[in-house]
């Protein structure tokens, strides 16, 4: 199976505007596998392909890439990648409790997609907000300081399609497809919405002023 001539031609005008950001064609490949994965919800065969040909590489060059890294799916996935933090802290903090929970629920484990298609469970070794453990992650939005109970709710709600709002960023909840084509560097216009740096995060910068504190070279940043 290869595109229709109409999806072509979108992604081919979408792909020229990325492979132009950079000074060389090769150095777009990561987003380009983005774009694709928007497509198909999975970086499929065609996507390989298409990536080769834009890009001048081989399709083994392509697949030895897109096979590397974890965000990109090698089946199609639900329209809510939902990863649980696995990592130190937060599993210290329920998150291990929060994944065997949830999976059972569910019933379907890592990389695993829910019948209805909705929902793709994912561990995920780090989601790069320890100060909000345990913490979960929707199409890479986040969702703090999560219980079983809540973890449970949320994929409830997210399968029976409610409107769910991230702890933290766009009101607006994504869909994976929606996300790949935010990574692949083509914004929804979303990005600027809710609230980045909060609560804990700003603990170690209240101290810091409190205490007169500065950074080497330079006063304290409200920033």
Not at 47 to 70: D, I, P, Q, R
Not at 151 to 158: C, E, G, M, P, S
Not at 203 to 218: C, D, S, T, Y
């Amino acid at each position: 199976m290869t595109y229709s001539p109409e999806v072509r031609e979108r992604l081919e005008t979408d792909a020229k505007e990325i492979i132009g950001r950079y000074p060389k064609a090769r150095s777009a490949l990561l987003p380009l596998l983005h774009l694709v994965q928007s497509e198909d919800g999975h970086v499929s065969d065609d996507g390989h392909e298409f990536c080769a040909e834009m890009l001048g590489l081989s399709k083994a060059e392509v697949v030895g890439v897109a096979t590397f890294y974890t965000m990109y799916k090698r089946k199609p996935a639900g329209d809510y990648n939902v990863g649980v933090c696995i990592n130190t802290l937060c599993a210290v903090m329920g998150g291990d409790q929060i994944w065997e929970e949830l999976s059972e629920h569910v019933g379907v484990g890592h990389d695993e997609t829910t019948s209805d298609g909705k929902v793709t469970l994912e561990r995920l070794e780090c989601n790069a907000a320890c100060d909000f453990a345990p913490v979960m992650m929707v199409n890479w939005e986040f969702f703090d300081n999560q219980t079983p109970e809540s973890a449970k709710q949320l994929v409830d709600d997210l399968r029976a399609g409610k409107e769910i709002t991230p702890t933290r960023g766009p009101k607006k909840l994504c869909t994976f497809k929606e996300s790949a084509r935010v990574l692949a560097g083509l914004p929804d216009g979303l990005a600027g919405e809710g609230p980045s740096a909060a609560g804990p995060s700003l603990e170690g910068l209240k101290v810091a002023k409190a205490n007169g504190w500065e950074a080497p070279g330079g006063a304290v940043s409200d920033r």
